[in-house]
């Protein structure tokens, strides 16, 4: 069969742009619904504190207000993104008998008009009695600390507040520092940044008389918000049907179950009515889950000719009062640190800490951007010791196709060692770094460096659900229906879906018609927040597909006379090769297939996971056990201003060089690298969620400070390319949506150093750091 | 106290009883069910809600309705002819400027207002336009790439 | 976010509205644009019962007046202001000020008197607070301040980027009362208190500004300094206007506008000092430069610390003053 590609590889324009350009596209708050009411969520203003006694009675008395929940009102589920013996759910649905961050819901009502929802809120009286708090991890690990969460797992360790932690290793460490002819011990902070997802979160929920939950929710991913909703509701899953809602971006922000989600459910089932709750902006400032920040600190030890020997982790992730995902962070982080290069001795461990600060969640790259910045700040540290250039270094310890890791899985085709040169070349990397040159002649005390960042990612990964299965029904005229679980949240999840299809069944993108994310008409998908919609996803919809073509080519073998190899298909026919007269239309086959099949019409589905031979995903205490079939590259570079008067740094130039396996579509994987750059010297430059004692100084955009138009880098993406799309067979893809803020992060924060000799070892890098290290300033 | 003003939008008249504290925004999207514009923020920092009243780019958001009496004001669903995308909106699709969607229509508003009154923009003048639209998935790229697209079809339209 | 409840009067003249603003007293506010007082009203900080709009008033352009003063509506929009062709001819520096503001919706909607008459900012202020910073602070009328926990005043900045450049362009401020209109040099429109920023009492309205023709040659700067470049308040802003000597070469007299970093705009008045009568020169701005720094002793704010700022505004002033330099004409 050949394997001309008319469709997978190609610019095709979005599926759902011009819905989008044109306001069209619904998202959750665009949802109207006969009867709906507003629901608002009263929230802590304590970081701690015992609930005394919560009085509804006057809210509840109020004209216009349907009905006022508190925490028994629910059934008392637990939930957390993770619910395992070692990590049992630690997150109550409503605060019950205290809170543990400023932010924490407590009560909620629904009221026919916001202003009375908002007016209720200020009549709930709630008497709390203050419990000792802590705000700093270290402080918070010690022994004697305040405990926060009682929720620990069965961690023995003279230690406090651990919500979780990960052990890992191999080899032997202290002879592998033995052997080293260098070794150097580095501590790294990130801090406390966020997703700045420009749709404000929200749900719509509709609890009909025959007892089905109907929800819309921004999210990104329908079918673990279902577990988590019928599990905390006490509602079969079957109850509760998640509906396809646009999404205006998630970026990680948007996974776990939130209080405004479960309490629009509850209110709605109280009230037989539909309650929307919308969070403001502020709100997602203030209350809602920011990305991890981690503490990073790395010993490494080197041979003189920079080949890595050895290494120790220990990494502390700032998890917030509940664990969040906080337990698989720190397990993620070993994830990231060994992909990349060959440790043949190494040490992991990883604590996930409880602070009374609202909790924590993923943020795009989930603990790779943190700890690529330190890894690839420390190496180019190492690297000016030992008098070799960032080049030559990494491409000594890269990874290679064909080598296991430690987990057991197969890197399988990897271009690293390309992705490192390419970069090199494409920038002329040893041309300039080191020179520390000014911008242009002119332009006095601006400088520009050169600083290189090396990444590796999972695509795709066993967790809840665990798989994805798609559909794929031929309509009496010959066009397609796919019915999937994927949700797009922007990443172009439905358009590359459907080139799949297009591409497998040889039909143009018009006569694809797309049904996703509705837990009830669409089966079940892996969500978009593990990286595996191209991969996982894409691979259920070829099968699908497949089934569909097999069934197409049987029935024109039959019909033609012809035998299978001599089949093609072409425009929406099947055709005897060479002899095109000879040829069906896909809707002749469906109308034979109707005839001859017993009144089958022309269907397929198809599924996939990744790792088949596991079980199940890998012990995040240990880090034992396979997780992926497909690990991404990238080398990325990036060129950097700085003024050494006022220490203002910006992002100039960028430059990813990934091994992507293969793209599916360039323009959206540039979307993505674009998206990826722009949110790394966002971190790098701008952006900071400030604390202080639990509460946040700046909850809005303009003091958030995220990258503006002004802030734009020139972004230049360049392909590897280590696999390729074969009609009718298992294809890998490797991700490129969270991976890739990872290494312009940390090619930053080298680039900033080799512009102006400072090294920061904490995020971000401010202009007062800048100058602070330049000596400038105190 | 109600008041009642009339509002033109999108090139049709209509009469609506509001509160003096109702912003355009919410009276577009919640009496008209014109739910393209969208509320980012609130509070006037992101540019989600811009819409256009008599050729000015505003944030509805920050606009009382009772403000906007006897104006024309047009939204994201005001742009194109029918189901003919306007060269702006047809360079976003090209271009691939568009992820989420969220922050596209009021970005394609302010993109058509800038085009309206410079045919021709320079990098500089496309920031000054477009700097109070936030956007957080493209990075800003692909939306510069669309500005220039579409600026070169429409002059060439008119030529 | 909603608004809160209130009434909407609309006057047909500057002068019903004062008299308006008069009788409501405390009830009623003023409000042009309004993307200053509707963000604070959506956080609870101000619950006006009445709002008193000027939106519907028209504007005169600028004009020259018979003496050779160039008159400016205070009602005109930000945007209006930037490409007005006479401002940029007589005005240049109000110009950019004007175009650094915000964002281009924002300057279409907000005009040059609610610029100048923008309330004070601050991180635990300019937020909600039903359960966060709760307990009210000296802006809310509390007694206590979160940003210096053991100050004893507010330490809010004046964040008007029009304001300081229009201070160094020595413009005076047209106020209409109920009764009466009176003038002021617009420096004095500033208290320096963060609880009250304007001295203006009930009833009173900014209606223009008037800017003095340039009688000398003439060189200006504006620098509004920000991390990002655009849609955000300044961490401090230079606005600098050198009035020379028919030579070119001696600097007759200098004004020197610092904003954003303290209860109102800075005048630098012994950096100014430090600049009249003097040759120009790389040292003497490198000089005047660390005066203006040492002056306009910047409060910390909005996340830069007082050190920071200073360093900064060091730096900024000398680029500034060397800018204007280069711009004489």
Redesign the interface.
């Known amino acids: 069969m050949e394997n001309k590609l008319d469709y997978v590889g190609q ?1 095709v ?2 599926k ?12 959750t ?2 949802v ?1 619904l006969p009867g709906m009411l507003v629901g608002r969520i009263l ?3 304590h970081p701690h504190a015992k609930i005394l006694n919560i009085d509804v009675s006057r809210a509840k008395r109020l004209k216009g207000v349907k009905a006022v929940i508190t925490s028994d009102d629910t059934i008392g589920v637990k939930h957390a993104f993770v619910d395992t013996p070692r990590y049992p759910a630690d997150e109550p649905t409503i605060a019950k008998d205290r809170v543990l961050f ?2 924490e819901a407590v009560a909620a009502v629904a009221a026919t008009h ?2 009375v929802a ?1 007016k209720a ?2 009549l709930i009286q709630v008497d709390y009695e203050p419990l000792p708090t802590v705000f700093d991890v270290e402080e918070a690990m010690q022994p004697g600390a305040p405990e926060v969460n009682p929720g620990d797992p069965k961690v023995k360790e003279p230690l406090a507040n651990i919500a979780g932690k990960t052990e890992s290793g191999w080899g032997d460490i202290e002879a592998g520092f033995a052997q080293a002819d260098y070794v150097r011990k580095d501590r790294f902070e990130s801090h406390l940044r966020t ?6 979160q929200a749900t719509v929920a509709s609890y009909e008389p025959d007892g089905k939950l109907n929800v819309w929710t921004s999210s990104q991913g329908p079918f673990f918000k279902r577990a988590k909703l019928a599990q905390t509701l006490g509602l079969p899953f079957s109850r509760v049907r998640v509906h396809k809602a ?4 998630g ?1 990680g922000g948007k996974v776990d179950l939130f209080y405004h989600e479960f309490c629009a459910a509850l209110l709605s089932m109280k009230t037989g009515r539909p309650v929307k709750i919308e969070a ?3 709100e997602i400032f ?2 809602y889950r920011h990305g991890e920040p981690l503490i990073i600190e790395i010993k490494t030890g080197v041979k003189n000719d920079g080949t890595l020997v050895a290494q120790q982790f220990r990494i502390i992730n700032k998890s917030g009062a509940y664990r969040g995902t906080g337990v698989v962070v720190i397990f993620l982080a070993w994830g990231f640190i060994i992909g990349a290069y060959r440790v043949p001795n190494f040490k992991y461990e990883g604590y996930a800490v409880y602070t009374n600060n609202p909790p924590r969640t993923a943020q795009r790259g989930h603990g790779c951007p943190q700890v690529r910045f330190a890894v690839e700040s420390q190496l180019d540290m190492i690297a000016e010791k030992l008098g070799i250039d960032p080049i030559e270094i990494r491409l000594k310890n890269a990874r290679q196709t064909g080598e296991i890791l430690p987990n057991g899985d197969d890197v399988n085709n990897c271009g690293l060692t390309e992705c490192i040169e390419k970069a090199a070349e494409h920038t002329q990397f040893n041309k300039k770094y080191g020179r520390s040159r000014p911008a242009s002649a002119s332009s006095g005390p601006v400088r520009r460096g050169i600083g290189i960042g090396v990444s590796s990612y999972i695509t795709g990964s066993l967790i809840y659900p665990n798989s994805s299965s798609t559909m794929v029904k031929m309509n009496d005229d010959g066009t397609v229906t796919l019915l999937t679980g994927a949700l797009d ?4 999840a439905e358009t590359i879906l459907c080139q799949i299809v297009a591409e497998e069944l040889k039909l143009h993108m018009e006569d694809i018609e797309i049904i996703a994310a509705d837990t009830e008409t669409t089966p079940v998908d892996i969500g978009s927040w593990i990286s595996g919609n191209a991969f996982v996803t894409g691979n259920a919809v070829r099968v699908a597909s497949t089934e569909v073509r097999e069934k197409l080519l049987s029935i024109a073998a039959e019909e033609l006379e012809a035998s299978l190899e001599d089949l093609v298909l072409k425009d929406k026919h099947v055709q005897v090769a060479g002899s095109p007269s000879r040829n069906l239309s896909y809707q002749r086959l469906v109308a034979l297939s109707i005839q001859k099949r017993d009144g089958d019409p022309i269907m397929g589905e198809g599924h996939w996971r990744t790792v088949r031979g596991e079980p199940y995903h890998p012990s995040l205490a240990t880090t034992k056990g396979r997780w992926s079939d497909s690990y991404a590259f990238g080398a990325q570079v990036a060129e950097v201003e700085v003024d050494i ?4 740094a910006r992002l100039v130039r960028a430059v990813t060089v990934h091994d992507c396996g293969f793209p599916i579509n360039p ?2 994987v ?2 993505q690298m ?6 790394a010297l966002g971190h790098a ?2 952006e ?1 969620v ?1 604390m ?1 004692e639990g ?9 958030y ?11 230049e993406v360049i392909d590897v390319i280590t696999e390729q799309y074969e009609i009718g067979r298992p294809y890998r893809t490797k991700e490129v949506g969270e991976g890739y803020v990872s290494g312009i992060l940390a090619a930053i924060a080298n680039a900033v150093y080799d512009a102006v000799g400072v090294r920061l070892h904490t995020t971000p890098f401010t ?2 750091r800048i ?1 602070k290290g330049l000596g ?3 | 106290m109600k008041k009642i003003i009339e509002l033109s939008v999108n090139g049709e008249s209509a009469e609506f009883l509001v509160e003096p504290q109702e912003t355009l925004l919410e009276v577009l ?1 919640d009496h008209m ?11 006037g ?2 540019g ?1 809600c811009t819409v256009l009243v008599g050729d000015r780019p505003i944030l509805s958001c920050l606009t009382p309705a009772v403000e906007c009496h006897k104006q024309d004001i047009i ?3 005001g ?2 002819e029918g189901n003919d ?1 306007s060269p702006v ?1 047809q360079a ?3 271009c ?1 400027a ?8 009021g970005m ?1 508003l302010s993109t058509e207002v800038l085009l309206k009154e410079n045919p021709n923009p320079q990098e500089k003048d ?2 000054k336009a ?2 109070g ?12 790439e669309a500005v220039h697209k579409a600026s070169k079809q429409m002059v060439a339209e008119q030529e | ?2 608004l809160p ?1 209130f009434e909407h009067v609309q006057p047909s003249s500057r002068e019903e509205a004062s008299r308006l603003l008069a009788e409501y007293g405390s009830r009623a506010q003023l409000v042009a644009g309004g993307t200053d007082l509707y963000p604070r009203m959506k ?1 609870g900080l101000t619950r006006p019962d009445v709002l008193i709009s000027l939106k519907g008033l028209s504007t005169t352009p600028p004009t020259v007046d018979p003496n050779g003063d160039l008159r400016i509506d205070a009602l005109m929009p930000l945007a209006d202001l930037a490409r007005s062709q006479m401002v940029l001819e007589k005005a240049p520096l109000l110009s950019e000020a004007a175009l650094s503001v915000a964002s281009n919706q924002i300057r279409h909607m907000g005009t040059l008197g609610g610029n100048l008459c923008q309330e004070n900012r601050c ?2 202020y ?3 607070h ?5 307990e009210p602070c000296f802006k809310r009328n509390g007694d206590q301040c ?1 940003l210096i926990p053991k100050g004893k005043k507010c330490w809010a900045v004046f964040p008007s980027d029009t304001a300081p450049a229009l201070i160094s362009l020595g413009v005076s401020a047209t106020i209409l009362g109920p009764k009466e209109s009176r003038q002021l040099p617009l420096e004095n429109l500033y208290t320096g208190d963060p609880l009250k920023p304007l001295a203006i009492s009930d009833g009173e309205v900014l209606t223009d500004v008037l800017l003095p023709s340039a009688d000398s040659l003439r060189g200006t700067a504006f620098v509004k ?1 920000t ?7 300044a961490a401090f802003s230079i606005a600098v206007v050198l009035d020379m000597e028919n030579d070119g070469i001696l600097c007759r007299a200098a004004r020197i506008t610092v904003g954003s970093v303290g209860a109102r705009p800075i005048r630098a008045g012994k950096g100014e000092n430090a600049m009249a009568g003097q040759r120009l020169s790389k040292t003497l701005f490198q000089e005047v430069a660390k005066r203006v720094a040492t002056e306009a002793n910047p409060f910390p704010h ?4 007082a ?2 700022l200073r ?2 505004l060091e ?2 002033a000398r680029r500034s003053l060397t800018q204007a330099a280069e711009q004489i004409t």
């Not at chain 1, 674009?674 to 949110?679: E, I, L, R, T, W």
């Not at chain 2, 568009?98 to 229509?105: D, E, L, M, N, V």
């Open positions: 610019r324009p979005r759902d742009g011009p819905a989008k350009v044109t306001g069209r596209a619904k998202y708050v665009d109207q929230r802590s203003p400023v932010g916001a202003d908002e809120l200020g997703h700045g997802y420009l749709e404000p646009y999404v205006g971006g970026f403001s902006r502020e203030t209350a949240i922007g990443q172009g008067e006022t220490g203002l323009t959206l540039e979307g674009d998206g990826q750059v722009s949110m430059f701008m900071e400030l202080k509460r946040t100084l700046n909850p809005s955009w303009l003091d400070r995220m990258p503006t138009i002004h802030n734009t880098a020139k972004s202009p007062e100058l400038k300033i105190k | 999207r069910g014109l739910t393209g514009t969208k509320e980012g923020c609130g509070t920092e992101c989600s939204t994201i669903e742009i194109g995308l909106q976003f699709v090209d691939g568009i992820q989420c969607g969220f922050c596209t229509p394609v496309i920031y477009l700097e639209n936030l956007c957080r998935c493209t990075g800003y790229n692909k939306i510069i | 976010m909603r409840k956080y991180f635990y300019n937020q909600t039903t359960f966060q910073f709760i979160y300094f991390l990002r470049g655009g849609m955000e308040y909005h996340g830069y610390s050190a920071y360093a900064c730096v900024e």
